[in-house]
């Protein structure tokens, strides 16, 4: 009997996308259960993640794993194989570093001036390099998918030009070889679907603000 692999998660989520991700890469079979997270949360969510209540779930031979980078760190660590994570340890540190950044700064940001400092300070780890990775995608490229993707589409519903090819030429073209990967591309949420509901979300986002 094979493994259980399953992924709780949302199909517009840039962290679940994360999980999915990793374990294409790896090669890992699974089963996908969408979770409305704007609905009633079904048992087995509650079930697996009492605290947070929250997607992504990796549930692994009936063991649960939340939040998305434990998720990436769990993966990389349980399959050997095609190892996203460096094995110098250096390097690992310098990785897990980014990953940090980018997470913190994904809940804290605005779109503001500081965006684009941020945006120049994630430009300067690429250095030269195609991915964050070197060569082939990592567990830093992972993790910057939303800034890769799902920031583009919300900047093109919104009208800015936060991450564009003039202001940021390494990372709109790392943003470009990443998402043109054949397993990234077969990955990611159709964007004809995505921005649709990008634009509802930020709308009511809107409304809300303006009843406050």
């Not at 030009?161 to 949420?189: G, M, R, T, Y």
Request: net charge neutral; aromatic share 12%; hydrophobic share 40%.
């Amino acid at each position: 009997m094979g493994e259980e692999v399953k992924v709780f998660g949302y199909w517009a989520s840039p962290y679940s996308y994360r999980a999915e991700l990793a374990l294409k890469l790896k090669g890992v079979s699974y089963e996908y259960i969408n979770e409305d997270i704007f609905g009633n949360k079904i048992d087995l969510l509650l079930k697996y993640n009492p605290v947070h209540k929250k997607v992504p779930i990796l549930l692994h031979n009936g063991k649960s794993i939340v939040e998305s980078v434990v998720i990436l760190e769990y993966i990389e660590e349980t399959w050997k194989h095609n190892l996203y994570l460096p094995q110098d340890p250096y390097d690992k540190a310098t990785a897990r570093f980014w990953i940090k950044f980018i997470d913190e700064k994904n809940e804290r940001e605005k779109v503001t001036n500081e965006a684009c400092e941020y945006m120049k300070t994630l430009e300067s780890a690429l250095n030269g390099k195609k991915f964050f990775g070197g060569e082939t995608i990592g567990m830093v490229d992972i993790v910057a998918s939303s800034v890769g993707y799902f920031i583009r589409v919300t900047q093109e519903i919104m009208g800015l030009n936060l991450l564009s090819a003039d202001k940021f030429p390494q990372l709109f073209q790392w943003s470009e070889d990443f998402a043109n990967c054949s397993i990234v591309k077969e990955s990611l949420p159709p964007r004809d679907k995505l921005l649709p509901f990008v634009k509802g979300l930020i709308a009511k986002y809107q409304q809300d603000n303006a009843k406050a």
